[in-house]
């Protein structure tokens, strides 16, 4: 590299010359390529490749990295770590004329292919245009296992089940003598029977004994598994013999109950804010939606749940606080073989 091809004193100045697209791809590869991010959380993993692009582009690594668009202006160029097909771009609308490196990472947590395309290609991809909303909450880690609503939704009535309604109380013992119908469907992914929904005390009352229960951590990247293995306890906890996810909101229709680990306090809440009234099942809204908060702490590959919060949608923001804004999300698919170029 001559000497007015030497780099910027900063990934934030304007760069003396613009790598082209096959230029920036190879150096990217040579540098990336290799890199284990086996144990590294997503935050982590996404701040150490950043420190090697610094490095495959000659730049000194900053204290901090800005949340600049594009993170690396003196090559206009954004970097997106990928363990599927499917790309998430947050908060941002796709720039025909910006560079995007997608480095794909396998199973073992190995950066093993790195791509180099324009903003013009992503766009190509984008079927819908439409961008998914995401709303967040802080839960404050000084609250105490509990119930923080005192009674369900009154829009919910009909639907509870009325021996549990007249006994449960918030820290009484479960009651194993008041079960759910046998007569009815019994998988958790059945709507809402009327008088076969638990009360909100009755869910926490059975949701109880599963703290100091432990589930192993898997992959820090992998935090949709980790929450089916407590999706599989908390319906057992319920009543039911059988585990079912169908993946939507919320995670058991049948008792009208989202479940939420937490391993840090910022609850991602995904499409729907919790005290709204948008229908979500017929005749219910989300405020009406029962919320079960489990909150646990990290030790040696094991999860140990340390606290539960259960909480109705309505009451939802007495026990979090809002995130100001919306996170938005464009999401894509990369066609088949992309990486194999």
Not at 231 to 247: S, T
């Amino acid at each position: 590299m001559d000497k007015q091809d030497t780099p910027a004193r900063s990934i934030y100045d304007p760069a003396p010359r613009l790598m082209s697209n096959d230029e920036l791809e190879q150096t990217l590869r040579r540098e990336l390529i290799g890199t284990d991010l086996s144990g590294l959380a997503l935050r982590s993993r996404s701040k150490e490749i950043k420190l090697r692009v610094c490095a495959a582009l000659g730049y000194p690594a900053p204290r901090s990295f800005k949340k600049t668009n594009p993170r690396f202006p003196c090559q206009n160029l954004d970097v997106m770590t990928q363990k599927s097909n499917n790309i998430q771009i947050w908060n941002s609308e796709i720039d025909p004329d910006r560079r995007y490196a997608l480095c794909q990472v396998d199973a073992t947590d190995t950066v093993c292919a790195v791509r180099v395309v324009t903003g013009a290609y992503l766009s190509s991809l984008d079927t819908t245009g439409t961008a998914t909303h995401k709303y967040q909450a802080i839960l404050s880690l000084q609250f105490n296992s509990g119930v923080y609503s005192s009674s369900d939704t009154t829009n919910i009535t009909p639907w509870l089940q009325r021996e549990a309604l007249n006994q449960a109380q918030p820290g009484t013992p479960v009651l194993a003598n008041i079960q759910l119908n046998l007569n009815h469907p019994r998988l958790p992914t059945e709507p809402p029977h009327h008088g076969q929904v638990l009360p909100i005390h009755e869910v926490y009352n059975r949701l109880c004994p599963l703290i100091g229960l432990t589930i192993p951590e898997l992959s820090k990247d992998q935090e949709r598994n980790r929450g089916s293995l407590l999706h599989q306890h908390v319906c057992r906890a319920l009543g039911y013999q059988q585990y079912h996810d169908n993946g939507q909101f919320p995670d058991i229709p049948n008792q009208l109950l989202e479940i939420k680990l937490q391993t840090a306090p910022t609850i991602d809440l995904g499409k729907y804010a919790p005290n709204s009234e948008l229908e979500v099942l017929p005749g219910i809204t989300c405020s009406d939606i029962r919320y079960a908060i489990f909150y646990g702490i990290v030790h040696l590959g094991q999860v140990t749940l340390q606290k539960v919060f259960v909480v109705n949608g309505h009451d939802f923001f007495t026990l979090a606080q809002p995130v100001p804004g919306v996170n938005k999300k464009l999401q894509m698919h990369l066609p088949l073989g992309f990486f194999s170029r």
